[in-house]
């Protein structure tokens, strides 16, 4: 089969599993994959080899790029803390664990081991969002989450890449790969840095959608590309110029842009995912048969064995960092006349006491929210699930060494990453939502105040402005009488005070502005579908009408959740 009618039966293939996913209710990533392990089976199927460098090189890039561009820098820089923890400390547990495992039970050399480890390390943010995004979380805890998936990415590949070279190099000295982790993470920020300020310089100088677009896709691999060359973390490099890119992309984008950027990078990264969750399974076939007809409870062992490591690998370190254990010794008799006062209960972030669950979910949770500290917790401890990054990282593993030698054992780490997805995916992704809906979070009171906030603000410079005009003549009076109109009855709508039930007004009234413009826009719309059917008026003049009506719809769609009761 040709590589393009290859690539398109592929696609074919993603579109029918997702819309059954839809149908079904079912996170797609989880269909993906069984999707393409029913696809592994057929012996008829062409055999297809993705080359290792086509991973890095094609799929991480825009991938990491746009988790980047689309997350808050201010949330990351709030929740440094939680997010380092999990990003980096859990990484290292998970890693250390999974080498342990395979290495002493498993009897894996300790550089395919640790190759393994470092694949497992990071969760997938696609599978996550796709479960977590029909229900109402807290908006720090997505922040972290987000955060977490953005960073972990980096870390685990940093340690990735320190894995294959400590095994091609045979050398397993922990300070040679600290060491090679440093210069990594140093190097990687440095040229994200560059890369990312000059994206943006660059963006300044044109109002073009298509070329301000082009340059932020090209981003991804201008940073990418010096950073691998460099030996150092291209991850990182990718993550750091998309976190500039997207700070500033309200100064220097142009609405055009923003508004073509964002069904064209949700539209790739689908693409690209969904085809990294097919390839694995295609194949899967090819990697595990020799080993599946010598040994086939070995790899079922390893397959439980390792998944088994990688959940509980992260439910302890949840638990640790949440509540970790008093340290009880007695100060020296010199040392006791320093102490005048028990310790700041800010080295736990917020309390000591009998729970110590805000440690790990930051200062701003107090002593009264013990239960949903616990509670969120209990939802960090489940969202483990492996996906996209896990997926390429074990795909692009070096098939043979520097001296030519294949890579040891190779197939049995990507089988034990295939099955470590499948796993955390069916396990933890079928049952999330039923975890959810008894963790009960409820609507988030902090995001609906800030977006009336927004609103009213928007609104009150738009009236601020009108009524700074000069005297206007009798045409422009009408219009700015208009205006005024319009914006007036936001501003003069029930202000939102301190108590709840003056924010449940407020929201209540908002709501149904929103409702009302929504039916109003609809109603639009069948009318200029009506004028066109008649003769009336043009094609040409209802795409463009019809353009600013979906533009309108998309935009009061986004908030009707907040506002309506």
């Given at each position: 089969m040709h590589p393009v009618q290859l690539v398109v039966a592929l696609l074919v293939v993603l579109v029918a599993l997702v819309a059954l996913a839809i149908r079904l209710n079912i996170s797609y990533p989880i269909v993906l994959v069984l999707g393409g392990l029913l696809l592994a089976?057929?012996?008829?199927?062409?055999?297809?080899?993705?080359?290792?460098?086509?991973?890095?090189?094609?799929?991480?890039?825009?991938?990491?790029?746009?988790?980047?561009?689309?997350?808050?820098?201010?949330?990351?820089?709030?929740?440094?803390?939680?997010?380092?923890?999990?990003?980096?400390?859990?990484v290292l547990a998970t890693t250390l664990s999974v080498m342990l495992i395979a290495h002493l039970l498993l009897g894996m050399a300790w550089g395919p081991a640790f190759v393994l480890g470092a694949v497992l390390g990071p969760t997938d943010t696609v599978a996550v969002s796709a479960?977590?995004?029909?229900?109402?979380?807290?908006?720090?805890?997505?922040?972290?989450?987000?955060?977490?998936?953005?960073?972990?990415?980096?870390?685990?590949?940093?340690?990735?890449?320190?894995?294959?070279?400590?095994?091609?190099?045979?050398?397993?000295?922990?300070?040679?790969?600290?060491?090679?982790?440093?210069?990594?993470v140093a190097g990687g920020v440095i040229i994200g840095g560059l890369v990312g300020w000059l994206a943006v310089q660059l963006r300044r100088h044109t109002t073009d959608p298509l070329l301000s677009n082009t340059i932020s896709l090209l981003s991804a691999f201008?940073?990418?590309?010096?950073?691998?060359?460099?030996?150092?973390?291209?991850?990182?490099?990718?993550?750091?110029?998309?976190?500039?890119?997207?700070?500033?992309?309200?100064?220097?984008?142009?609405p055009r842009a923003r508004l073509q950027a964002t069904g064209s990078w949700e539209m790739l990264t689908f693409l690209l995912n969904g085809l990294l969750f097919i390839l694995i399974g295609l194949q899967l076939r090819t990697v595990g048969e020799p080993l599946w007809s010598e040994n086939p409870w070995f790899l079922i062992g390893g397959?439980?064995?390792?998944?088994?490591?990688?959940?509980?690998?992260?439910?302890?370190?949840?638990f640790v960092s949440t509540n970790p254990p008093p340290l009880r010794f007695r100060l020296p008799p010199s040392l006791?006349?320093?102490?005048?006062?028990?310790?700041?209960?800010?080295?736990?972030?917020?309390?000591?006491?009998?729970?110590?669950?805000?440690?790990?979910?930051?200062?701003?949770?107090?002593?009264?929210?013990?239960?949903?500290?616990?509670?969120?917790?209990?939802l960090l401890s489940w969202v483990g699930i492996r996906g996209g990054i896990s997926l390429a990282a074990a795909l692009a593993i070096p098939p043979v060494l520097g001296n030519g030698s294949p890579f040891p054992q190779r197939a049995e780490v990507i089988i034990f990453t295939f099955a470590v997805i499948l796993v955390t995916l069916i396990a933890q992704g079928l049952t999330l939502p039923k975890l959810l809906s008894r963790l009960q979070f409820g609507s988030q009171p902090g995001t609906e105040s800030e977006e009336i906030k927004a609103r009213l603000a928007m609104a009150t410079t738009a009236v601020r402005y009108l009524q700074s005009l000069g005297e206007p003549n009798e045409e422009k009076g009408k219009a700015i009488a208009h205006l005024y109109d319009?914006?007036?009855?936001?501003?003069?709508?029930?202000?939102?005070?301190?108590?709840?039930p003056a924010d449940r007004s407020q929201t209540q009234f908002l709501g149904n502005v929103v409702s009302l413009e929504l039916a109003i826009v609809k109603q639009q719309r069948a009318r200029l579908i009506?004028?066109?059917?008649?003769?009336?008026?043009?094609?040409?003049?209802?795409?463009?009408?019809?353009?600013?009506?979906?533009?309108?719809?998309?935009?009061?769609d986004q908030t009707r959740s907040s506002w309506e009761v």
């Open positions: 089976i057929p012996p008829r199927l062409p055999a297809i080899h993705l080359e290792p460098d086509i991973v890095f090189l094609v799929f991480l890039p825009p991938l990491l790029f746009s988790d980047a561009v689309n997350s808050s820098w201010r949330d990351f820089r709030e929740n440094w803390r939680p997010i380092f923890q999990l990003s980096v400390g859990l479960i977590l995004e029909r229900f109402p979380i807290p908006r720090r805890l997505n922040a972290i989450l987000r955060g977490e998936s953005l960073v972990n990415d980096a870390s685990a590949l940093v340690l990735f890449e320190a894995a294959i070279h400590a095994t091609q190099q045979k050398t397993y000295v922990w300070g040679t790969v600290i060491s090679h982790f440093c210069l990594a201008a940073a990418y590309q010096p950073a691998a060359a460099l030996h150092v973390s291209g991850v990182l490099a990718v993550v750091t110029a998309g976190l500039y890119l997207g700070w500033n992309d309200p100064r220097t984008g142009t397959a439980i064995a390792v998944s088994v490591t990688v959940i509980l690998a992260r439910i302890g370190w949840v006791k006349r320093w102490r005048t006062s028990p310790p700041s209960s800010q080295n736990y972030g917020g309390q000591v006491g009998a729970t110590g669950w805000p440690w790990l979910l930051g200062r701003h949770v107090q002593s009264s929210d013990g239960a949903r500290a616990k509670s969120q917790a209990i319009i914006y007036g009855q936001t501003v003069e709508a029930p202000h939102a005070e301190a108590s709840e009506e004028l066109r059917d008649k003769g009336e008026i043009t094609d040409d003049v209802l795409r463009r009408f019809q353009s600013i009506l979906d533009l309108k719809e998309s935009q009061l």
